[in-house]
């Protein structure tokens, strides 16, 4: 069974950090990319990073780009997304998702639970 | 502002069908093959229905179907059934400098 775990999620104020992971299982993690989608409350869903398969090539949201930074560990089955500078608009589930973009044939197969992430000024 | 338009809101009435539009450009839907379509029930992670245009993954009723036409993907949903309510998404790769595109978003409900 396909499995996606979310965690590092929390509350930060304006300026502040965290790091995300995800924890997988049930795949060959290390033949994928990966990729993180976030939801802010109410809204639909955005696109924030997408990563390949040996983590040396990385994509970015413009939303995002030079904030938030994404990688992976295949020794650990797991996926990070580092959050820096964050801003209230960042405030959102984040969902750790398998493919995205032009990996996965171009969808995101599986998801995770999310994490939610709230800055609060 | 979302990159591909979707129309926020569409209904049916049980056992009837649908369909959602999904609307983009030349830089994304009209250009690849990498449109895909997910499901979101309330609380809930998405679900993918439909990857590469037209194709269900294991397990997804074939109910669901898709299609496009030049800048427009469209979902079909037939035989509408009461666990069909849920938001549905299009997202569509955007090339190496945008990558992906997600539509806003509809909401279907089921009356």
């Known amino acids: 069974e396909v499995q996606l775990v979310e965690s590092g999620g929390g509350l930060v104020q304006p300026g502040g950090s965290l790091r995300l992971s995800c924890a997988v299982s049930?795949?060959?993690?290390?033949?994928?990319?990966m990729s993180w989608v976030r939801q802010a409350p109410g809204k639909g869903l955005e696109w924030v990073s997408s990563?390949?398969?040996?983590?040396?090539?990385?994509y970015y949201a413009d939303s995002v780009k030079g904030r938030l930074t994404i990688s992976r560990d295949n020794s650990k089955n797991t996926l990070y997304l580092q959050m820096n500078g964050l801003r209230v608009e960042d405030t959102a589930v984040y969902y750790c998702?398998?493919?995205?973009?032009?990996?996965?044939?171009?969808?995101?197969?599986?998801w995770g639970q999310g994490t939610l992430v709230t800055v609060y000024s | 502002h979302s990159a591909l338009t979707q129309p926020a809101s569409v209904s049916g009435s049980l056992g009837q069908s649908i369909t959602i539009s999904c609307t983009g450009t030349?830089?994304?839907?009209?250009?690849?093959?990498?449109v895909s379509w997910y499901q979101q029930h309330p609380g809930k992670a998405p679900k993918l229905i439909i990857y590469?245009?037209?194709k269900r993954p294991s397990g997804v009723s074939n109910r669901f179907s898709a299609s496009k036409s030049a800048n427009t993907a469209s979902l079909t949903i037939s035989g509408l059934q009461a666990e069909d309510e849920a938001d549905y998404y299009c997202?569509?790769?955007?090339?190496?400098?945008?990558?992906?595109?997600f539509g806003g978003g509809t909401n279907l409900a089921v009356l």
């Open positions: 030349s830089s994304d839907v009209g250009s690849y093959i990498l």
């Open positions: 590469e245009g037209n």
């Open positions: 049930g795949f060959a993690f290390s033949s994928y990319g």
């Open positions: 990563i390949s398969d040996s983590g040396d090539r990385t």
């Open positions: 998702a398998q493919g995205g973009g032009i990996y996965g044939s171009g969808s995101f197969q599986h």
């Open positions: 997202c569509s790769y955007a090339g190496t400098r945008t990558f992906v595109v």
